[in-house]
């Protein structure tokens, strides 16, 4: 027990300080042009990490908060759908539901909104991932791993309800890609973190629409 406390004791070090160099490397390099990051926990964050983000001068941080940027409204919600590692953020899906009418109740104008929600929508091509067995290793079948949709039917629902311009989804590492959602543009850029990796989207808005996306890796 006490080696399992030190080693999450190290761990939190280790990523309250890897979190500080980021947000000085954003402080410094997009200050002079007041260039705004909004960022959130996804599921894997414990929530003492807000706190850290929020040292920030570039970070724009609130989880539910509506946020003003050039015309459009920016929310951002981080928690997913449960998951078979249980993981630090996560919640059931009618508690996910509920969340987000709450949340989206504070938007004005949904035709210029921006749901910056982790956990990608159901049944679409941000959420395939491969199907587990009991024993959480991916089933194979004629030499093929198989995949399943395990994205968060709540937040389809929403984005189908609402109508936001765009969905911004992460959450599912090996599933980068793009969709629509009647005409809600929904994105996930994939992310390769443990090859050092750093996926992302460039989109272009502009008024209603979105007119361009290009998935970028550096």
Known sequence: VGNKKVQEELFKVAMISTLRDWIRIADERLKENKIPIFVNLGNDDPEYLFDVLKEGEMFKVGEGEVFEFNGYQIVSYGYVNPTPWNTFREKREEDIYSDLKKIVSKITNFERAIYNFHAPPFNTNLDNAPLLDEELKPVIRAGEI??????????????????????????????????????????????????????AALIVLQGNKVKAHQFILG
């Open 146 to 199: 198989i995949y399943t949709h395990v994205g968060s039917k709540s937040i389809r629902r929403i984005i189908e309800e609402t109508k936001p311009l765009l969905g911004l989804h992460g959450h599912i590492h090996e599933s980068k890609g793009f969709d629509k959602l009647n005409n809600t543009i929904v994105i996930n850029p994939g992310s390769e973190y443990n090859n050092g990796l750093l996926h």
